[in-house]
């Protein structure tokens, strides 16, 4: 398996336009994690994902972000207007609920908003 | 909630020991996992522990965990340049899948 796939790697965008970030999972895992990472905050867990329904999105900051799973092999994080603040590494990771739970993570989308 | 600390930074000459600390607060702790993140990467698992153990050793690297003081460490024996990272304790609770990270602690490893 490739492991977790995202893109871009790289976004750099306007104040008030829409970005999409896209995660696919590695093949077989039921649980899916997008995280944001600052110097800031660290790492922080934005929304969890199991079975493609969501569990727990009370790390999402606000209404300009959401997320859809709509099949296990795919993800999209949306922000809608992105604001300057929004600029940082986001990370997608999955992992199967089983064993030792070890979460693998995708390359990062480092996100600038100008 | 649950939380797990960390100190942000540690500098260590190449050849000598590191020890990385962390503390959780989360008593129901089922596994701790200590993964590296190199620049420009993603999080990588280092190795892991199970809360029913008070050690585990891997080459050079050897975690140690006191439960009852909710203290786990990472020992990297013969710090090497490529150690530089950033290392995040996290854990995961019963009954849960979401792992608890904290903010990481930047491994500097100098000659």
């Known amino acids: 398996d490739a492991g977790v796939i995202q893109s871009p790697r790289h976004e750099v965008t306007e104040m008030g336009q829409e970005v999409t970030l896209r995660c696919k999972p590695i093949s077989g895992h039921n649980s899916l994690f997008w995280y944001r990472q600052t110097m800031m905050r660290g790492l922080e867990l934005l929304i969890y994902?199991?079975?493609?329904?969501?569990?727990?999105d009370s790390g999402m900051p606000e209404d300009r972000f959401s997320a859809k799973m709509p099949n296990a092999s795919f993800s999209t994080l949306k922000i809608q207007p992105s604001e300057p603040r929004d600029s940082a590494v986001y990370f997608c990771?999955?992992?199967?609920?089983?064993?030792?739970?070890?979460?693998?993570f995708g390359q990062g989308t480092r996100l600038t908003v100008v | 909630g649950e939380d797990v600390e960390q100190s942000l930074f540690l500098s260590v000459r190449e050849g000598d020991s590191s020890v990385i600390n962390c503390t959780y607060t989360?008593?129901?702790?089922?596994?701790l996992y200590w993964y590296k993140q190199e620049p420009g990467a993603g999080l990588q698992l280092l190795t892991y522990?199970?809360?029913?153990?008070d050690m585990k050793q891997d080459q050079r690297l050897t975690v140690l965990l006191n439960k009852k003081d909710k203290h786990l460490s990472l020992r990297i024996a013969d710090t090497q340049t490529g150690d530089s990272a950033i290392y995040f304790c996290?854990?995961?609770?019963?009954?849960?899948?979401?792992?608890?990270f904290g903010r990481g602690t930047s491994l500097i490893v100098h000659p």
């Open positions: 989360d008593s129901s702790s089922t596994y």
């Open positions: 990771a999955s992992s199967f609920d089983g064993g030792n739970t070890e979460a693998f």
């Open positions: 522990i199970f809360s029913n153990m």
């Open positions: 994902f199991n079975n493609n329904v969501p569990i727990d």
């Open positions: 996290a854990e995961i609770s019963g009954g849960s899948y979401i792992p608890t």
